[in-house]
């Protein structure tokens, strides 16, 4: 159930019996073969089946994120670090005045990682707020999942290629992680990583992938129990 589907008397009659918000954080970058907005709609995936599960709402979806290191590929959309952290801020204080108290933010880019800190200082100022926080890819479960599965994780390889963040057709095989020394700027990146994909297989059965999201909403859902 997503707000962009409700009107405000809705979503007032919804806050009567529940508080609880799912918040997806997303980026427009360069995922190699991938769409440019993986970052975004996987997270959105998990939300939407969480929420048929649950019934918790679903806030539009941030989908930029802190991502200047992959300016030199094309589509890519980058917010300042500073833009993404008042922008996070921002929206957790207008659901907060809403009347939501319990916020799972379901995080689909390494970049925004800096928002932690942000929403951290926001529950010590907001009485009542509690925030869970979801970054799929470093969940203990997907790392076991990928380890059973003898596959390597990185950015734009297998682990992103779910059926509905395909949008060209995939090299089969796997690509040789590249070896750098230090931070790149986005000529560098480019340089370095070439199709824009880390390492690893570009992609991975059917079966594999089925098995990846529905750890990931297990996660989900617990972490949603949880607050």
Request: proline content about 4%; some cysteine.
């Amino acid at each position: 159930m997503r707000i962009e589907d409700l009107n405000w008397m809705d979503v007032e009659k919804y806050l009567e019996h529940e508080d609880r918000l799912i918040v997806v954080l997303g980026a427009c970058e360069q995922h190699g073969y991938l769409s440019l907005l993986t970052d975004a709609r996987i997270p959105l995936a998990l939300a939407d089946a969480a929420s048929q599960k649950t019934g918790v709402l679903i806030a539009p979806p941030l989908n930029f994120g802190v991502s200047s290191y992959f300016q030199s590929y094309p589509g890519t959309i980058s917010l300042r670090a500073s833009t993404l952290l008042d922008s996070v801020e921002d929206i957790v204080r207008s659901v907060y005045a809403s009347g939501f108290r319990r916020l799972l933010v379901l995080n689909g880019h390494g970049g925004n990682d800096p928002a932690r800190a942000r929403l951290v200082e926001l529950a010590n100022q907001l009485d009542g707020l509690r925030i869970a926080w979801y970054a799929w890819w470093q969940s203990t479960s997907v790392l076991d999942l990928a380890i059973r599965r003898q596959l390597k994780t990185a950015h734009a390889n297998w682990m992103e290629a779910f059926p509905f963040t395909r949008v060209a057709d995939l090299p089969a095989g796997e690509k040789q992680p590249p070896e750098f020394i230090g931070l790149l700027n986005a000529a560098q990146t480019r340089q370095v990583y070439g199709d824009g994909v880390f390492g690893g297989a570009y992609q991975a059965s059917d079966e594999v992938m089925q098995e990846l999201f529905d750890v990931c909403l297990k996660d989900t859902l617990h972490l949603l129990e949880s607050l």
